[in-house]
């Protein structure tokens, strides 16, 4: 990558000597999804990858790949990586990273060279920068709580034992329940879908509207997806009121040998919830986990969400397993700042 591209008067961050650097190619995946297993081994987050999964990842329509990843390299192997996602929200650009140093090659300056990038970036796209890191990971806490970042959100993995019985629970009366598979229908579905996702999600730490294409590519388009868990919840006049879309990660499913249904998105919009559609989307979502063979559930939720979604999946049977934690740069303009609270005790991990 070229320093000067940056247009800041500040140096370029400086690279280890001995490493290269590169924006990541499409072919990278099988590489990154290499290093990513090694990474995994170390920090134990819970997260598997494919190289197909990496490979889509790669293809996002809305990742440009030349000014928001880089690869660095010892002698043509990758030892670590990072990929910056814009996101336009209601209060201005937001910049997400997704970075990972190999653990050989950590305490050589490698994640404050990638952070540094990222907040170039971030400075020249006039965006605020998050950098969301499991909260167990000593090494990214401390990265980025020495490069002055504060915790502004934390996030809780919940993990559901579908070995425990589901307690079924009907739609009420008049609300009808649209199974989106097997054999899901894009042109049926994507549009009141995105539509009923942007509204719900509109006031959701973090998010942003979706586009279709970006729709299509993250939710429904994704090999992950599993349909025939994922429902909708609708007027008789064929409204979306609420909504459910479960996935599954091939690649953890394979190292841990048990199927997971990772409970991707559930909204319910404004005017219809506290009426139990959340609940009943998710009920099924598990009954029908349950009859397909999945031995757990799992999903990731702002421990501060205002619309109630703890209680939700609480009641579900669902319960911590881990946590993250976001951090921001203590510089923001005070228009892009979130509200910074003391860490609550926990040693546990999240993502998501
Ligand atoms: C979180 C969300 C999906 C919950 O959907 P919902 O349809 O309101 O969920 P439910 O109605 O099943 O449960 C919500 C509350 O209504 C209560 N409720 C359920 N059935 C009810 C009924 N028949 N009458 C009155 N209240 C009822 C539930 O007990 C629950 O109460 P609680 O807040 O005290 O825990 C919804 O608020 C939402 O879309 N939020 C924005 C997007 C979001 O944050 N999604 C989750 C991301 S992790």
């Known amino acids: 990558m070229d320093g000067r591209r ?30 990513l297993a090694v990474i995994e081994e170390v920090d134990g987050t819970g997260e598997h990858h494919s190289a197909a999964d990496l490979a889509r990842e790669l293809a996002d329509p809305d990742l440009d ?43 050589r300056g490698l994640g404050s060279y990638l952070l540094d990038l990222a907040q170039r970036r971030a400075g020249d796209l006039d965006a605020g920068l998050q950098v969301r890191v499991p909260a167990h990971v000593a090494d990214a806490v401390a990265l980025a709580e020495g490069a002055g970042f504060v915790a502004a959100r934390w996030w809780s993995t919940l993990h559901r034992d579908l070995t425990r019985p589901v307690e079924p629970a009907p739609l009420a009366e008049g609300l009808e329940l649209h199974l989106l598979g097997p054999g899901y229908d894009a042109v049926r579905w994507d549009e009141p879908l995105r539509a009923a996702r942007n509204a719900s999600f509109a006031g959701h730490f973090g998010s942003a509207p979706e586009s279709a294409d970006t729709f299509a590519h993250h939710r429904t388009g994704s090999r992950a997806f599993r349909s025939e ?19 599954e990660f091939d690649a953890r499913t394979a190292a841990t ?28 979502a598990l009954l029908r986990a349950q009859e397909q063979g999945f031995g757990s559930s799992s999903l990731t939720v702002d421990e501060e969400n205002a619309t109630g979604a703890l209680g939700v999946y609480t009641r579900a049977g669902y319960g911590v397993a881990s946590r993250a934690v976001t951090y921001v740069p203590t510089l923001w303009p005070a228009s892009r700042r979130f509200p910074v609270r ?4 926990s040693g546990a991990r999240v993502d998501g």
Do not use: K
């Open 6 to 35: 940056y247009g800041s008067p500040v140096p370029p961050p400086v690279l280890p000597a001995a490493l290269q650097h590169r924006p990541m190619h499409p072919d990278d995946a099988p590489a990154w999804a290499d290093l």
């Open 257 to 284: 040998g048990n199927r997971d249904l990772y409970v991707m998105t559930v909204g319910t919009l404004e005017p219809w919830r506290g009426r139990g559609i959340g609940g009943a989307l998710l009920a099924h």
């Open 65 to 107: 790949l030349d000014h928001d990843s880089v690869l660095v390299l010892d002698g043509g192997r990758p030892v670590a990586y990072q990929v910056l996602r814009l996101r336009a929200g209601p209060d201005g650009n937001v910049v997400h990273t997704d970075g990972g140093v190999h653990p050989a090659f950590r305490a």
């Open 342 to 345: 003391e860490s609550p005790d």
């Open 229 to 247: 868990c994922s429902a909708a919840a609708c007027t008789p006049d064929g409204q979306v009121v609420g909504f459910l879309l479960a996935f």
